[in-house]
């Protein structure tokens, strides 16, 4: 918790380095940390793969681009409704989904958020197509947006964990070790899926806007499935099962890529090494090495 | 668990612990280093030799991964060719060029923020490049933001110049390649010359084939009342087998096809649609009422040669024939030998992107983005595609390509062009404020009375 | 329309459908046996078509080229079971799919320094066309129909006429008990690896006269792929073939009566299946 706050509070001072490019590169940390950690609700605590989160994270960067592009709505309004529109899919598709397991669930997830892609594509006149919606105003001088998105990323992760931490939470976590027992005992486990979907799916809106309004720009690359995968990778490489293991990889994961593409136009050939390195070598993820370390820095007694 | 039971595995997973944790913290310093702050010294008229800057930087964004990672090849012969040329001859002012590429991914989010760090961290002076319209809408609008020039050398889409420049005022952004006027407008003066009058489309499905295919069906159904279009085919891009698509075009019974297809899409199709006779079904006496934008690509002629069959009415951003003048010859000859292949529409459009930054620089002597602006509006700059005149209302440059027939000639490695066809540019690059077509019916007598 | 125009679209379609068949039996066959999920089943169609390129530009003999190709494919997947998948076959489903993404972007950047950027072509090698339904059905469009038929044959007598497809239909279908009887699991998932690898690179090569070989080929054809397989249900060799029936005519017809929609139909197909059945077609809940 010390280490949150120390991080928190000493991004605080980012902004006043002057490095506009940082700024920048910051900002979008912040917001696919936010994704990282709601997509982790559904993985890490409830053990389900959705393999089409793209879909609400699109879902609320189109409506709030649509809303306030298109029919002049208060930015704030846009907000609002894009982060509404990703709750009310993310329930649909949790009714559609739930019943499913594993591959099959993220099969039907997956399928979900293409269909959503399809539609990105194809309706043109609404979501631009191919070339997408331009011109979304911030509202904001990236100086100030970046402690907004801050404050908002800080506060919806704390809603998060405690929510994770809460009784649902450890239901959810209760049905992913054992999912007879808790049915046996009394839950109903759609029910706590489709809760933890909610929080999941409305988070993850809450970064679409975020990024919507960062780039002021949204196009059908981020309804692609390819963007579904980033969560997933980004989890994998932080490890699951530790609050913040999201949020850490998806510090690694930008600034990596951040450097690798700068000194060769062969950057994926780098990354793609570093993801197996990482499934091979490191399977509890960055924050199952450090735990690890803890723990044998206190049993060993050193 | 006790230090000695510490195994061979976990001593490389902690050593590699370490060097990711290095590489990371190495990582975050780097990116937040303070960038090397150059200052551009005052104008100071008298000193003769002071350099603006030590290197003029440009960033130069493209496509260099995935299928169509050879566009962004493509360009960096035309930019990087340039660039030797001018550090070879004395730079810019005694400045010299460097030009730092990167990969957009095909992805409008990755190549904003390749802007930025070409911008706000590798010191950049200048961006050029950006082969897709998806990219290139939200890579304009962030150019005010980190207030450097955009030099457009490939992205097609008429809505950033006629919505994002002349609606919306972003002055920083110049596109110096023809838009998809020359895919739907100029194809449609080419279409009305020939006999066909039910035409079909089969096109990628997205932005660039639908507006292709509005503005042909536009014009044409101006300059000719009498045709029909009966039919339309989107095929995605990647699509491995064109046959539904070629079939259930045939099956309306065309005369003539308009296809802006391009990338290895298109060598798929010409190579399917030969095979299934969709050629052989829009003949005419002349050759093939087959009306292809970007057919005259130098990777399409490459991959293709005699296969695309001879007849063919292509174009492309550039032609490297056309003009007949000192300075092709000069840039074509000086392309061959550097690299070995014949310049393509992208790559003439990314030396002159650099050519113009000299130029841009030597004017002015100075590297403020007001001043570049108002000097490029209504600027004419010679080029290797011949004179082209930056219009100031939308920073389209004004310039003509020519449509031609495709001739299989021994001589050459690769098909050349025969029947050019140009039309005065400034008759089909449309005039603001673009509601409006320009007055084609003069101009479409003038065409007519040629043929 | 005409009835004539409706079948002589199916049949064109016929050939997509084996198309995405070629693509996805591999897919199946390898998931059915190793439970791997393997994302880069597309790498390994590119690898094939470049293989097969290189081989018909030293030999230029297609058929032996291809043939050449697809086992070099088969080998790279051999050695990427050997050292890679092998040490997850106990793990959770989503660490494949991170792997093999990883070596997805690994093959790419490969073919990329090998081959370069440019994508290639070798000259067309089914060239003609025969008349049917009075109008002409191209040669390639049949040759592609007749690979497809030959694939589903060749998987057929593998599985079914050899000792090798004995053992790994004992594996398939009960793991436990196959290794009781002294079944090799190490030597049957790394040839059934092998073997999916194979199919692949068949397919990147069988397609590679009718289109080029590019990098990043695989990522367009491996959605297909996946939503076939899924469809048909996961690890169902029928399934796969069935359901890829289904989209070759859901898309040639498609491209007939709805051109515009196009693009959104296999997702379309994709998403009423699930919700009727989720473990797909033939597929086991």
Redesign the interface.
Known sequence: MMLVSLVVLSSLLIPLTGNKYALYLSTKIWILVLYAIAFNVLFGYSGLLSFGHALFFSGSAYTLAILVTRLNFPLALGFVCGIVISALFSIAVGVLSLRHREIHFAMVTLAFSMLFWGIVMKWRDVTGGEDGITGVPRGLPLFWFYYFSLAVVVLSSYFIYRFVKSDLGLILEGIRENETRVQFSGHSILKYRLYAMLVSGTFTGVSGALWALLDRTVTPTISHWTFSAVPVIVTLIGGPQNFLGPAVSTLIYVIVQDIITKYTLYWQFIFGVAILAVVLFFRGGVMGIVENYIDSLMKGGR | MPPEEMGRRDFLKYTAALGVGLVIGGGIGYTLRKPEVQVVPEKKPVVEEEKLKETIKIGHIAIFSGPFGTYGELQKRGSQLAMEEINASGGILGSKVEIVYRDSAAKSAEAVKQVRSLVENEGCDFIIGIDSSGVVLGVAEVMPEVNKLLFVTHAATHRLTEELVYKKGIKEVFRLAVPVYQDGIMAAFIAAQLPATKWAAVHPDYEYGYASWELFQKTLSKLRPDVEFVAEAWAKIGTTDFSPYISSIMEKKPEGIHTVEWGVDLFTFVRQAKQMGLFDAVKYEGGYAWINPMGYSIDAMEALKNEYPEGCWVSGRYVWMYPDTALNRKFVKAHLDRWGHYPAYSGETSYTAVYLIKRLIELTHSLDVDTHIKTLENMVIYSPAGARLIRKEDHQAIYEVPYGQIKHDPNYPIPVLENLKAVPAQEYYRHPPFEEMPPFTELYKKVMSKA | ?ELQ?IA??LI??L??AM?YWIVSSGLTFTFGVTRI?NFAHGAFYMLGAYFTLTFFEVLHNYVVALFLGALCVGLVGALCERT?IS??YH?P???Q???T??????F???V??VW??????IS?QF???IPLFG??L????LY?ILAGIAIALLMYLMLSKTYWGLQIRAITSNPEMAMCCGLNPTFLYATAFMFGAFLAGLGGGL?LP???A????G???I?YA?IVT?IGG?GSIKGAFISALIIGAV??LG??FV??????LP??A??AV??LK??GIFGEA
């Open positions: 329309m125009a002589f679209q064109i379609g050939a997509t198309l999920l890679l040490q997850i793990l489903i989503h660490f799919l991170v792997l993404f990883g070596l997805i972007l690994i790419e950047d490969l990329r320094m370069g950027s440019v994508p290639k072509m067309a060239v003609g066309s109008k002409t191209p040669m390639f469009s592609i397609t009718i289109s080029s590019a990098p990043g080929m990522e367009n054809i959605i996946f899924v996961l898309e040639s491209a007939l051109p515009w929609l196009a693009i959104a997702y379309i994709l998403s699930l919700l989720p473990e």
